[in-house]
C-alpha cells in the first residue's frame, strides 16, 4: 500500500477490535506513532499484543463512554481514526439502550475531545446500516430510507453529529459507511461474529453452517485491506471538496450467502477435502437485516482515489489462509 503517511501522532480508537488493530498494523508499518484507546468489550488483546513492546505504540484501556478518557486519548494526536462500537443489528435490538450510550454519546464523546484537542481530522467508522429500507441498487451516499435496527440509527446520528461539528466549530471530518467487511483477526466467535468468520469457524470444525433464510440474500463484502487503503487515504487527501462528508467503501459488487458458502466450502475444502461435503441449513431470516445490499464506489473512487484490489473471492481465499494458521 503506497500511500504516503509517516512521522504523524494517530489515535486509534477500538484499536484492538478487528478494523482497529488491522489500522495499527498498518500505521506502525508506515513509522507513526499510534495510541490505542480499547476497553476490550469487544477487543481482543491478542491484537495488539505484538505492538505492546513497539515504543511507537501506547495502549490506553479506557472506554469512550467516559470523556476524561478520550481528551487524554486524544491530547496532542495529529488525526483520529475512530473504530470504536459496539457493532452487530441482532446485539442492538437486544441491547438498544448500550448500543446507543456507546456508539452515540462515545460518539460525541470522541468529536469534543477531537475538537478541544484540535486534532486536525476525524475520520470515522460509518455503516451501510444507514440505507435502511431504501431498495434502490447501488447505494449511492445521497438516498438512504429510513432506519431498521437500533445499531442502524446510532451510525446515521453519528454523520448527522459530524456534520454539525464540521459546520459548527470547523473540525475537518470524514466518514466511512463500511460495507460487510472481513479479513485477518475478525472472531469467529461469539453471540455476534460476523457471517463470513462463523462460517469459517464452523467449517473447520466440521460443523454445518446455518444460513438465515433461503441465501438469496446479497452483500458487497469488503476485504479488510480495502478498508484500511481507504482510511489512509481519508487521512492524506487534501481536495477540501472530498473533506466533510461520507462514502461507502466496498469492492462494488454484491454476492449472495449461497454464493458465499460455495465459496467457502470450495476455498477449505483445498486445506481439508471433507469440508466440500458439509451440508449447508437454512433457517428465519433475520429480524433488521435488509435483503440486498451492493455500493456505488464511485464517489469515494473521484474524490479519495479509492482504489480496492480485493473481491470477496481473492480476500477469502487471504481469510483462509489466516484463519487455518491461526484458529
Request: charged share 25%.
Amino acid at each position: 500500500m503506497d500511500i504516503e503517511l509517516s512521522g504523524k501522532k494517530i489515535l486509534v480508537t477500538g484499536g484492538a477490535g478487528f478494523i482497529g488493530a488491522n489500522l495499527c498494523e498498518v500505521l506502525l508499518n508506515k513509522k507513526n506513532t499510534v495510541i490505542c484507546l480499547d476497553n476490550f468489550s469487544t477487543g481482543k488483546r491478542e491484537n495488539i499484543s505484538s505492538f505492546l513492546d513497539d515504543t511507537n505504540f501506547k495502549l490506553i484501556e479506557g472506554d469512550i463512554r467516559n470523556l476524561e478518557d478520550c481528551m487524554l486519548a486524544a491530547s496532542g494526536v495529529d488525526y483520529i481514526l475512530h473504530q470504536a462500537a459496539l457493532g452487530s443489528v441482532p446485539r442492538s435490538i437486544k441491547d438498544p439502550i448500550t448500543t446507543n450510550d456507546v456508539n452515540v454519546s462515545g460518539f460525541l464523546n470522541m468529536l469534543v475531545a477531537a475538537r478541544d484537542n484540535n486534532v486536525k481530522r476525524f475520520v470515522y467508522a460509518a455503516s451501510s446500516s444507514t440505507y435502511g429500507d431504501s431498495k434502490s441498487l447501488p447505494k449511492e451516499e445521497d438516498v438512504i430510507g429510513k432506519p431498521l435496527s437500533p445499531y442502524a440509527v446510532t451510525k446515521y446520528v453519528n454523520e448527522l453529529y459530524a456534520d454539525v461539528f464540521s459546520k459548527t466549530y470547523g473540525l475537518e471530518t470524514i466518514g466511512l459507511r463500511y460495507f460487510n467487511v472481513f479479513g485477518r483477526k475478525q472472531d469467529p466467535n461469539g453471540a455476534y461474529a460476523a457471517v463470513i468468520p462463523k462460517f469459517v469457524g464452523q467449517l473447520m470444525n466440521g460443523e454445518s453452517p446455518v444460513i438465515n433464510g433461503d441465501g438469496s440474500y446479497s452483500r458487497d463484502f469488503t476485504y479488510i485491506d480495502n478498508v484500511i487503503q481507504a482510511n489512509l487515504l481519508s487521512l492524506v487527501v487534501d481536495n477540501n471538496k472530498a473533506i466533510n462528508t461520507v462514502y461507502n467503501i466496498a469492492f462494488g459488487d454484491r454476492n449472495t450467502l449461497n454464493d458465499l458458502v460455495g465459496c467457502l466450502k470450495e476455498y477449505l475444502s483445498e486445506f481439508d477435502e471433507t469440508i466440500a461435503n458439509i451440508e449447508i441449513k437454512y433457517g428465519e431470516n433475520r429480524m433488521g437485516d435488509i435483503p440486498h445490499s451492493h455500493a456505488s464506489i464511485q464517489k469515494a473512487k473521484d474524490l479519495l482515489k479509492y482504489n480496492p484490489q480485493f473481491s470477496l473471492q481473492k480476500g477469502l481465499k487471504e481469510s483462509i489462509k489466516w484463519y487455518w494458521k491461526n484458529l
